[in-house]
């Protein structure tokens, strides 16, 4: 598999989305039971076998403001590279668990982040 996705370099925040600083320091950490802190092993721990994340390498950009649960990851898999994530601080059985929407590109991503921005999310 190739490197994981980056955003480019020029890409604006719209609120209620807000970049994560240090991914393992993250305060929506708090339900998070993993020995050792971080959102990506947070999601790793939730993830059943068959989830549509399962096996890649994932990184924690950016959470939503309005909705604590809601994280955004990006991959090294190109046909999933960005992908928003509702955790549940729990271990899932259920491969739709966490629930998890996948944009195919910055553009896909930023439409719909304007979308929440413009109170019109789908």
Not at 42 to 66: D, F, N, T
Not at 80 to 87: D, N, Q, R
């Amino acid at each position: 598999m190739s490197e994981i996705y980056e955003l480019p370099k020029t890409f604006t925040w719209l609120s209620p989305w807000h970049p994560i600083e240090d991914e393992k320091s993250h305060p929506g950490l708090r339900g998070a039971s993993s020995e050792e802190p971080g959102l990506v092993k947070e999601l790793e721990r939730e993830m059943p076998q068959g989830h549509v994340l399962s096996g890649l390498s994932l990184k924690a950009i950016a959470y939503c403001s309005a909705d604590p649960e809601e994280f955004l990851f990006l991959s090294n898999d190109p046909k999933k590279p960005i992908a928003c994530v509702h955790l549940t601080w729990k271990k899932e059985t259920n491969p739709q668990w966490p629930h998890t929407d996948i944009y195919e590109s910055a553009e896909e991503w930023l439409a719909q982040m304007k979308r929440e921005h413009e109170g019109n999310a789908t």
